[in-house]
DNA sequence: CTGTTAGCGCGTTCAG
DNA sequence: CTGAACGCGCTAACAG
């Protein structure tokens, strides 16, 4: 420990003694308790100052049983969409006096789990939660015993809690209406569909070929992306692009897959959306400033995470209705990587190989 | 609260009725207290799975003055270069049990100062803090009172604390000596020169052009986006590239800037490098997805972040010595974004304005 | 309005 | 090796 000159934390025993009040009265200022005198009050208020005091927030919730703070998990914190997510509840609670405990498992169930013991150990009060797997048993256990309210953000699981969903399904389908006006069937789609928005993004994928009596070609879905990162994206766009028939479009759904992806056809010099119609998600900067501006699905995750935080207040407050869901829209935004299929449209050559592609990390 | 069927967390009470022994002896296996024979540890070790007990976080803080837990502050959340430190923080953390109270202060030292208290509440163990602005008299005051050990991050505050800081110097200058011999002689600074990092660059840059015997002009240097974000970074490049005799490349520091200025860019029309050499820093996936690829400052702030984790448990195992202070280096990565300067190179002609652009959320 | 007091759950004595 | 008792700092309940 560096060598510090500060005596250790001021007690509200001490307070009390300075201010020549009870510890009761102390209390009692400290947790904005009316039914006090004011000049009391300006009393302890000064003492308090004076030492510099700070209650001690693992006796107070020893003894209340409410640690005034809130337990967040994402899977990753280098995904945009969590970030912004984290913003929102992060603001509501805020104005409701409650910290934020963020925590990410770096796509790790174990880590997962180890956070959920954590929370459980320090009594956050309630859970925001993102799972890395929703078909995960552990997890759900674990969850199950909590025993405190959680929301679900954008995950099916069994579980008494509330829930925000995004509708992922309208949006895509407008993706797949536009891009099959303009003449693709040979559309690749790149992403990891494990959980919810990949699964309804998925379905609304096929559907909408079925739909338009497009074959669906199950060479065309790379939808393992789970747990895998950019470096999926990647190898998986490059392999579609330069094995047999290539797609006339690719989208490439999830933030860290958009780049991945963004990256293969880069290093194929490939034109958007001369040769390739290229369209992202989740990454709206990212679509926003690569060269050119990329059509992608966006969402607003920051309202996500106040409605979260919003429920999970709602709880708090004594709220014993069954469990809620609130779901949330999202947006196809157009830019300019899509186009026509060329009528005389071939497959890219094989330009360059791509290097070995590791995460960012 | 939704309708829970779960009793209350099991205490160490109940664990040792469970077991038939003494909570004393609850406690030393939950310790992992040596000492203990096989047939009684392994009968609490049953009993706790069967409470699925979890030790009362509180109560043992309370009790021993030792929360397993680090908070670490930062300014933005949004900013990769965080984002990455963080990650290596909690790497080492993990490794040693500890949890990390992450927070970000959204630039806003009021919000800095609330954390800080919330800490000091929480009895976290210690603290990695990058601050926002480290003038801050508030800010320096709050850290002076945390009695805990602190890591300051790449940031000059009078406080009795290890640091970590990067080397930005070098890269700046190799950076500037690459563009002046290219030929570039006005070169536009985009960045905020409030803290260390962009203090170091900003003097970097300046002497560099008088070693080289280019005037200085001020107006080329845009160096007051503390605390404005991406905006500023756009309406200054802007400003730039539309007013007066325009610079022939641009250096814009910091991923928000970085960010900012590419979007003005863009909106201008111009193409990078034949019109405008462009450099941008601490945003790796944008330099290297950016059509075309950007040269950029960049470092590895997953190790500062392990490092600054490492001085802290160094601390923790009891080490007195005085204040140490690390230095990490940054490289300057070399894209194709810069180039020569063009012989008859003219200021670009205005070919449409940029839309009021607001930050990104 | 204010003072007094009894635990919250745990780790750490100190006796056995 | 094990059990019993104390108190960490605080709040709530009750007395005055």
Redesign the pocket.
Same mark, same amino acid.
């Given at each position: 420990m560096t060598s510090n000159p500060i005596r250790? +934390?001021a =007690?509200? #025993?001490e @307070?009390?003694a300075a201010a020549? &009040? $009870?510890?009761?009265? @102390? $209390? +009692?200022v !400290?947790?904005g308790s009316? +039914?006090? $005198?004011e &000049? =009391? #009050?300006a009393r302890v208020l000064a003492a308090m100052k004076d030492l510099s005091?700070?209650?001690?927030a !693992? !006796? +107070?919730a020893?003894? =209340?049983n409410i640690s005034k703070t809130v337990g967040m998990l994402v899977p990753d914190l280098g995904c945009p969409v969590f970030v912004r997510m984290i913003a929102g509840v992060k603001e509501v609670l805020a104005q409701n006096g409650y910290m934020l405990f963020t925590f990410s498992s770096e796509s790790e169930v174990s880590q997962e789990i180890t956070f959920l013991q954590a929370a459980r150990q320090r009594q956050l009060d309630g859970l925001i939660v993102s799972v890395v797997d929703e078909t995960s048993a552990e997890t759900a256990r674990e969850l199950q015993m909590m025993g405190v309210p959680i929301v679900v953000v954008d995950r099916e699981i069994k579980l008494d809690a509330d829930r925000v969903f995004v509708e992922h399904t309208q949006a895509m389908e407008a993706l797949m209406a536009q891009l099959i006006a303009m003449g693709h069937e040979r559309i690749g789609f790149v992403t990891a569909a494990l959980n919810r928005p990949g699964r309804l993004r998925v379905a609304a994928y096929r559907n909408a070929l079925q739909r338009a009596g497009i074959t669906v070609d199950p060479d065309l879905m790379r939808t393992d992306g789970a747990g895998r990162g950019a470096a999926y994206g990647t190898s998986e766009t490059y392999d579609l692009l330069t094995n047999g028939a290539a797609p006339t479009a690719l989208i490439a759904a999830g933030s860290d897959f958009f780049f991945g992806a963004l990256k293969a056809v880069r290093a194929l010099d490939l034109s958007i959306p001369d040769q390739l119609s290229f369209v992202g998600a989740d990454d709206t900067e990212l679509a926003e400033i690569a060269g050119p501006p990329i059509t992608a699905i966006e969402r607003d995750m920051r309202e996500v995470g106040r409605m979260a935080a919003k429920l999970l207040l709602d709880r708090f407050a004594g709220n014993a209705l069954p469990p809620r869901t609130i779901i949330q829209s999202s947006q196809l935004v157009l830019r300019k990587s899509i186009g026509k299929v060329q009528p005389t449209r071939r497959a890219p050559a094989i330009k360059k190989h791509v290097e070995q592609t590791t995460p960012a990390e």
């Open positions: 250790p +934390r =007690t509200i #025993r @307070v009390a020549g &009040v $009870s510890m009761g009265t @102390v $209390s +009692r !400290a947790g009316t +039914r006090i $005198s &000049v =009391t #009050r005091y700070q209650p001690n !693992a !006796a +107070r020893m003894r =209340t």
